[in-house]
């Protein structure tokens, strides 16, 4: 009991620290001065006046919704003695293999740099800002030679790290449970068992409506969309954020996404909102980054391409040009096993009083990046809210989905419960693929890395990530992932190689999701 109330003030602590130089908290402070002069406020009742103005003026609901983003953000709180690296990653080895896979893409993003004599960073001159200014929005008719850049690294560089992760402080020939798994991943943490899977995600069991089922069914859509559509309306006007990420498990309405999204994350909308996505903007025209080409490089190769997200390369363009310059991002390396990078004035390598972090952001972009952004791009028409809503889902998750940890929701954990729930449930099939040579990671890992954007068909892919801001975790990627190998299972189990198992596998865009999930949890896994 001691412990629970020791662990609660820490959090209220840490809460009221992050939020006390916030902007919100001096709007706060301005609106209560300004309610002095009310005749409503009295000196002798003068904290519960000033309260119940907060509440009827609305700040107090926005205050609800600034403590639960922080809630969901930071990570529970360690130890008050623990030191300040568990707070980003309390295994060591994790840490460790996260530093030294950020060496090894500085080596390679610092070895483009000098192969094609290219600075990390010039600023324009005066004709090519304007040039740039002028063709903000449209700068996909721009054809720059990218025929020499290359992405630093893709989801397969990525997954062999994986592969050859080790606990150094494990002897896995000890405990039989764990040697029985013949996967690729061969750290021991801990996951979900489909018994804990089905109460977690105990709103996706088969009595429940959901959009993305109940609305496709030949019955009237007044038993259920209908009735949900008027639900999610009176949640935008209570602007209770969780009250609306408990709503969005059962589905969004297409109509009422975008606000709803933007109120689970908390991300606003107010003239300063807008007013620092210019400041970023204007940092893009003056300054020319080497990221710059890689962001135009993938934007190419990957969305470019896609025939759901090629009419939006310049939004893409837009948000991830400021994205490389916003400092904010920052804070999220307090939470993330990663660190940002680190460059070095010219001539003054290794002296740490002349390092600054390269990008600004701390975020080098890898192939398949641009795709974290595309979806969003059907929720949201005006940059600057396109712009905050992506940034919200990256602090928050998308960080996870590149990054060495040990986290519920980090990479190794999703690909751990993948391969655990297919060898477990659907064995004959994970023994088959693996024999022959498929190990079924290797095909699915860049769904999970991307979170299924650009392989699933737009309108299910919103429905997948209704549940991942819902349930504020990444393991139901996990949980599809191996939803897919179970429903193409019966082809599976007829091919002889790693390219025949890639071929069945390699269209999803007719797949439903909600089903597939249902069917998987609830009864495959049964």
């Known amino acids: 009991m001691q412990d629970e109330e020791t662990e609660l003030s820490l959090t209220i602590a840490q809460v009221v620290q992050k939020l006390q130089g916030s902007n919100l908290h001096s709007q706060l402070e301005r609106q209560a001065r300004g309610c002095m002069c009310s005749s409503d406020v009295h000196l002798e009742s003068l904290k519960e006046d000033v309260k119940e103005f907060l509440r009827k003026s609305g700040w107090k609901k926005k205050l609800q919704n600034a403590v639960f983003r922080e809630l969901n953000v930071v990570p529970s709180v360690t130890h008050p003695a623990s030191p300040p690296e568990h707070l980003k990653e309390p295994l060591a080895y994790m840490r460790k293999a996260q530093a030294s896979w950020e060496k090894r893409v500085l080596k390679s993003l610092n070895s483009m740099c000098t192969e094609l004599s290219i600075a990390l960073a010039r600023k324009r001159p005066v ?156 940092n893009v025209i003056q300054y020319d980054l080497l990221v710059d080409s890689l962001i135009y490089k993938d934007v190419k190769l990957t969305a470019s391409n896609d025939d759901y997200y090629f009419v939006f390369e310049d939004y893409l363009y837009q948000v991830l040009l400021c994205f490389s310059r916003d400092t904010s991002v920052l804070e999220h390396f307090t939470y993330s096993s990663a660190s940002p990078p680190k460059s070095y004035i010219r001539g003054k390598l290794g002296n740490e009083e002349y390092a600054v972090t390269y990008p600004p952001n701390g975020v080098i972009p890898f192939h398949g990046f641009s795709m974290y952004v595309a979806p969003l791009c059907f929720l949201y028409y005006e940059p600057s809210r396109l712009y905050q809503v992506f940034r919200e889902m990256y602090v928050r998750y998308f960080f996870r989905l590149h990054t060495i940890s040990s986290h519920c929701s980090g990479i190794i954990a999703l690909c751990l419960l993948f391969e655990t729930l297919l060898q477990n449930h659907l064995p004959q099939l994970f023994y088959h693929l693996r ?16 979170a299924f954007s650009g392989y699933l068909a737009t309108d299910q892919l919103l429905l997948l990530w209704d549940r991942i801001l819902g349930y504020n975790s990444l393991e139901i990627l996990a949980v599809l992932a191996a939803a897919v190998f179970a429903f193409r299972a019966e082809n599976l189990m007829e091919v002889t190689s790693l390219a025949a198992a890639e ?5 999803l865009s007719t797949l439903k999701v909600m089903p597939l999930l249902q069917i998987f949890l609830f009864v495959t896994a049964a």
């Open 127 to 282: 004709d090519e800002q304007k040039e740039l200014l002028n063709k903000w929005n449209e700068m996909s008719t721009d054809e720059p030679d990218l025929s020499l850049f290359r992405p630093v690294y893709a989801p397969k560089d990525f997954l062999e790290v994986l592969i050859n992760l080790r606990n150094p402080n494990y002897d896995s020939s000890d405990i039989t449970s764990f040697r029985t798994h013949l996967g690729l991943i061969q750290v021991p943490l801990r996951i979900k068992s489909i018994v804990d899977l089905r109460k977690f995600f105990t709103e996706l069991n088969l009595s429940t409506g959901h959009l993305g089922i109940d609305d496709a069914t030949l019955v009237s859509p007044d038993l259920f969309e209908n009735q949900h559509e008027r639900t999610g309306k009176k949640v935008l006007a209570e602007h209770d954020s969780a009250a609306a990420q408990q709503y969005v498990r059962q589905g969004c309405p297409t109509g009422l996404r975008a606000e709803l999204w933007a109120l689970i994350l908390n991300a606003g909308n107010q003239p300063e909102d807008t007013l620092y996505y210019e400041q970023l903007k204007s």
């Open 435 to 450: 024999e022959i040579g498929a190990q079924p990671l290797r095909i699915s890992f860049k769904w999970m890395v991307r």
């Open 503 to 507: 071929a069945v596998l390699a269209d």
